[in-house]
């Protein structure tokens, strides 16, 4: 009964994803085609609400539901890894058609070929843990 919470924020998350478009492989390849500013909208003001929401969290020392305070620290820039990093991510989007956060809503939506970016997810998650005491950040 717990999670029952998170699984109603997931499921609106999602419905919000599917109206809004984010999920439309062809809005992604408008992004990345610099043909439309539909995307880079939304995601610029993802982040605008990112960045307010870690100022108010801060500013009135704002706990989780569990009631622990939030930890908003500041991490070091390492340029290589998020620039290669960064460079993944946006293959995998690109090829796949979308991010890790809508690849359950685009299953829940019927589009059952997500199921095998989901595992290949899981995958790198898992190989990624396997490596990651030999990267330069480990």
């Not at 439309?24 to 909208?41: A, K, L, N, P, V």
Request: include cysteine.
């Amino acid at each position: 009964m717990r999670y029952v919470f998170h699984l109603v924020l997931g499921i609106l998350f999602g419905v919000v994803l599917l109206k809004s478009e984010v999920l439309s492989w062809f809005r992604i390849q408008e992004m990345f085609r610099f043909q439309s500013f539909h995307m880079y909208g939304i995601i610029g003001s993802a982040v605008a609400t990112g960045a307010l929401s870690v100022l108010i969290i801060k500013k009135f020392g704002i706990t989780t539901l569990s009631g622990q305070p939030v930890d908003v620290t500041t991490k070091p820039v390492r340029w290589k890894a998020n620039l290669f990093g960064g460079i993944l991510f946006g293959m995998g989007w690109a090829l796949t058609g979308a991010c890790p956060a809508p690849i359950y809503a685009l299953i829940g939506s019927g589009a059952y070929v997500f199921v095998l970016v989901l595992i290949s997810a899981y995958v790198g998650t898992y190989v990624y843990a396997l490596v990651k005491k030999k990267l330069p950040h480990g």
